[in-house]
């Protein structure tokens, strides 16, 4: 009986040791890419998305891309950006946005699919005159952050 014991407590030790070694094991950085340009194009829905949304969005990426320098070399990559599932005007009080945002980022070189992005945005814009310019900033800032680009500066 004794020695079971001993036998069940040296492989709980054991195990809690092994567990302890595998949560010291780094995670790799995400892959970084030098974003030279971007395209954004909306899926054929109905109703059909707003133009003023893709050029908003489109404007806001590209001035992000024109603002951010890289020091070090990295993989040149063009960026297609495709709005899909735009959704506004929703809800009780007609406020609710959405939209699924699917990226490629394309190697300069070849154009082969080198990344792929994609997530979901919700805004609330209670006055609907301001709802493609809050859902632009959202997806905008969700690209910044995805592929490590600069703010730009507001225009004075």
Request: net charge positive.
């Amino acid at each position: 009986m004794l020695l079971s014991r001993s036998r069940a407590v040296s492989a709980l030790v054991v195990c809690l040791a092994l567990a302890a070694c595998s949560s010291w094991s780094v995670e790799p950085p995400p892959a970084a890419y030098d974003v030279r340009s971007a395209t954004v194009v909306a899926d054929q829905a109905l109703p059909p998305v707003s133009p003023a949304l893709v050029a908003a969005v489109n404007d806001r990426v590209n001035a992000a891309i024109t603002s951010t320098t890289r020091t070090t070399t990295l993989p040149q990559v063009a960026l297609t950006v495709r709005l899909t599932d735009v959704r506004r005007a929703r809800g009780f009080n007609r406020d609710r946005n959405s939209a699924k945002i699917n990226i490629d980022a394309a190697a300069m070189d070849g154009g082969a699919v080198v990344a792929m992005a994609s997530f979901e945005i919700r805004t609330v814009a209670p006055d609907p005159a301001t709802a493609d310019e809050l859902m632009a900033e959202d997806i905008a800032a969700r690209i910044r952050s995805i592929f490590a680009l600069n703010t730009p500066r507001l225009a004075n």
